[in-house]
């Protein structure tokens, strides 16, 4: 879910903050079917088997740190119920991966470093940013952040050489949220001469990271064969 920075807060009225539009819905609907995927997988399998733990670190900082102003800053009911459940299902994620089925947790295999992502986001927030406060470096480090995190995941895949079906799922639906949001931004771009040149920067990496595993979907999941990225 898209949530505005510090200065954009102050800049505009909450309505215009929270101006829907097909394609942020969408993606929004779709974020909210990978995680809900990721946590049946989980549950029903009682198994985290082919999932990066260190990703869902990622994500999970990602949500803490974006969505500070949840005691301070009010959207919308819709805005401040998708900020609690972000964050409550990562934690979630993180308590089932790490303790409730932590013995089929593959930490071998799981072994990409978290530093390669988190220091350079940390020092490109304190770089580049709309402006030089507390509250808004954690915003921009989000966003850097959520746009490589999933790169332990992909790592994962290519160690191990493939992924349940139903990953696979959750991993697209996680890049269609993404590929939606740049529509999103489009859209405002000319339906409210509205532009935030990181967040579209920071969309169109993540979603190139997803380019391989895009093609691979279509062509081997929709057909109903198990997926692998090249090593």
Partial sequence: ???????????????????????????????????????????????????????????????????????????S??????????????????????????????????SFRLEFTVIPCALLALIVNHEFSVLEILWTFSIYLESVAILPQLFLITKTGEAETITSHYLFALGAYRGLYILNWIYRYYAENFFDLIAIVAGCVQTCLYGDFFYLYVTKVLKGRSISLPA
């Fill in 1 to 75: 879910i898209w949530a505005p920075s510090q200065k954009q807060t102050q800049q505009h009225s909450s309505p215009q903050l929270d101006k829907m539009n097909i394609f942020r819905l969408v993606g929004d609907m779709s974020h909210l079917g990978a995680i809900i995927l990721l946590l049946l997988k989980m549950w029903k399998s009682r198994s985290v088997s082919g999932i990066s733990g260190k990703s869902q670190m990622c994500f999970c900082l990602v949500f803490i740190t974006r969505y500070l102003d949840l005691f301070t800053t009010f959207v």
């Fill in 77 to 110: 009911l819709y805005n401040t119920l998708m900020k609690v459940f972000f964050i409550g299902s990562s934690v979630a994620t993180l308590y089932l991966m790490y303790f409730k089925f932590k013995a089929t947790y593959d930490s071998n295999h799981d």
